[in-house]
Structures are given as structure tokens and as C-alpha cells.
């Protein structure tokens, strides 16, 4: 249906969306990286006369968006990063030019250039202060920070979070237990582990998730990333619907043994929304 769109109106601003959309879906959900790749490119090329017209600018940036993420998918990190980079100094909407500017940091830290990836996390901060990618921004900047010499350990972690951005969840699953079965004290088996508990939530492998996280908070229960890993169990098992007693179990640990933080403060708030739905059944 996209194409025939396209088809019957090449000129028009319809035929350009329906293009993007054709594009995204085979990239996306069809695995046809390279067929999507050759229809962004003649997108930018048929609308290059008119680059700077507000109507086409955005259909242009989702074009240059879905290059990046074709060259991100087939691991070519600079590629990506040089088209992370023209968005993030020429995108029309700031949010826009805000996660270029991320995707392009995260670009240098799953190549391994670690000190190249803490400089761009750090002026994305300065850039934008209070934007939405800051939190994670400096969240990178924390664990570059901690763990530098760490290489590789940190490499095995960039590798994980790769290929769960990359769309891999499974090689993501393998990886991140190999890495924790290879190097149990590993200076980042917390950040493993709650990356583990993520992408076992996301296979749907709920119990499992929930013994990784017992086993997280007996070994690393003062590392930050086990509050979070714990809020986000908690939370998975109260949206299941069958696991509502085991979700409260989890908040109650999150007030009690954290209860200054702000997945402490989450974990109250939800607690109170269902002791309110226990009253009223």
C-alpha cells in the first residue's frame, strides 16, 4: 500500500510519508536493511532542491534518523554516528537535535572510545539542562567514571547494551549471561544484572527475572542500578495483572530499604494505588 501510494503520487508530500513509512517497516519489522537504506537515500536526494522548506525539513530528518539506525543495526558505529551527528547540529525540533546528540555519545561508547563518549554525554548536559535525555546522559557519565579502567568488563556491558538498542534481544539475553558467568565479580555485575532483569522482563521471563533480582539486591543492594532494576520488576509483575502480590513485595523492599530514593517514592505512591483497589474489591 506504500508503494502503490508513492506510485500514483510521486510529487506530493503523501508520496514522501508513504515512502518514510514503507521504509521504517522494512527496516524495522521486515529485517530489508538494505532495500530501507536505498529508499531513504532517494528520499534525501528527491528533496534536496528543497532541503529548507518547513514542510520537508521533517521528512528529511526522518530519512537521515532512519539511515542512522540502519548503519546502528549493521554495527557500523561511525556511519551512524556521522548521521547522528548532521541531526544533531541541523534538526528543526530541539528534542529532536537533543537525542541525536545522545545516540551520537552512545555511538563512541559502544565502539569503545570511552573518553570521546564522556566528553559528548558531558556537552549534551551543558547543551541541554534540562532536557529528557540528560538523566541517562549522566548516567553513562557515572559509569564511565567509575569504571574507566575496567575495560573489559566495560566493553562486555557496551556490548550488551548494543545489542539490546540493535534490536538483538536475544544475542543481548546470551551475551549479558555469559558475561556474568565468566566474571561473577565483575566490577559491573550490577549494572549486568540489571541489565539482565530488563531484557528477561522483555522475553517475558518473569520468574527468572525475579530470582536475578533477589540475587541482585544479596550482592550489590548499595549499587544504584539495583533500586531501579527492583522498581522495574516491580512494576512488570503489577502490569501482568497475575503477580500483584509479588509486586507489592518488591515496593515494600524498595520503602524499607531505600526510602530516600526516588524509586522509593514510586514504590510508596504505587503501594497506595493498590491497597485503595484491594479495599474496594
Known amino acids: 500500500a506504500y508503494a502503490e501510494a508513492a506510485r500514483r503520487w510521486p510529487?506530493?508530500?503523501?508520496?514522501?510519508?508513504?515512502?518514510?513509512?514503507?521504509a521504517e517497516l522494512l527496516r524495522s519489522?521486515?529485517?530489508?536493511?538494505?532495500?530501507?537504506?536505498?529508499?531513504?537515500?532517494?528520499?534525501?536526494?528527491?528533496?534536496g532542491a528543497h532541503a529548507r522548506l518547513r514542510q520537508i525539513r521533517p521528512l528529511r530528518e526522518e530519512?537521515?534518523?532512519?539511515?542512522?539506525?540502519?548503519?546502528?543495526?549493521?554495527?557500523?558505529?561511525d556511519r551512524?554516528?556521522?548521521?547522528?551527528?548532521?541531526?544533531?547540529?541541523?534538526?528543526?525540533?530541539?528534542?529532536?537535535?537533543?537525542?541525536?546528540?545522545?545516540?551520537?555519545?552512545?555511538?563512541?561508547?559502544?565502539a569503545g572510545d570511552y573518553a570521546a563518549a564522556e566528553e559528548a554525554y558531558y556537552d549534551l548536559t551543558d547543551r541541554?539542562?534540562?532536557?529528557?535525555?540528560?538523566?541517562?546522559a549522566l548516567?553513562?557519565?557515572?559509569?564511565?567514571?567509575?569504571?574507566?579502567?575496567?575495560?573489559?568488563?566495560?566493553?562486555?556491558?557496551?556490548?550488551?547494551?548494543?545489542?539490546?538498542?540493535?534490536?538483538?534481544?536475544?544475542s543481548a539475553l546470551r551475551r549479558c549471561r555469559a558475561a556474568l558467568s565468566a566474571e561473577e565479580q565483575s566490577p559491573l555485575r550490577a549494572p549486568l544484572r540489571g541489565l539482565l532483569i530488563e531484557l528477561l522482563l522483555a522475553s517475558g521471563e518473569t520468574a527468572r527475572a525475579d530470582s536475578a533480582a533477589a540475587q541482585l539486591l544479596e550482592q550489590d543492594a548499595r549499587h544504584r542500578a539495583t533500586p531501579r532494576a527492583l522498581l522495574e520488576l516491580a512494576m512488570a509483575l503489577e502490569a501482568s495483572g497475575g503477580s500483584l502480590q509479588r509486586a507489592r513485595e518488591w515496593y515494600e523492599t524498595l520503602a524499607l530499604?531505600?526510602?530516600?530514593?526516588?524509586?522509593?517514592?514510586?514504590a510508596r505512591a504505587r503501594l497506595q494505588v493498590l491497597r485503595r483497589g484491594q479495599a474496594a474489591s
Open 11 to 22: 510529487e506530493r508530500p503523501l508520496a514522501l510519508r508513504a515512502t518514510l513509512a514503507r
Open 29 to 47: 519489522q521486515l529485517g530489508a536493511r538494505a532495500v530501507a537504506e536505498s529508499l531513504y537515500t532517494a528520499l534525501l536526494a528527491r528533496t
Open 63 to 77: 530519512a537521515q534518523l532512519g539511515l542512522a539506525e540502519c548503519a546502528l543495526q549493521d554495527g557500523d558505529f
Open 80 to 110: 551512524a554516528a556521522e548521521r547522528f551527528a548532521v541531526l544533531e547540529e541541523d534538526a528543526l525540533r530541539a528534542e529532536l537535535r537533543e537525542r541525536a546528540a545522545f545516540e551520537r555519545a552512545e555511538m563512541l561508547f559502544y
Open 128 to 136: 541541554y539542562p534540562q532536557g529528557a535525555w540528560v538523566n541517562d
Open 139 to 170: 548516567e553513562r557519565v557515572l559509569l564511565l567514571g567509575e569504571h574507566a579502567g575496567d575495560g573489559t568488563a566495560l566493553q562486555a556491558y557496551a556490548r550488551c547494551v548494543y545489542l539490546r538498542r540493535a534490536a538483538h534481544p536475544d
Open 257 to 266: 530499604r531505600y526510602p530516600d530514593s526516588w524509586e522509593a517514592r514510586r
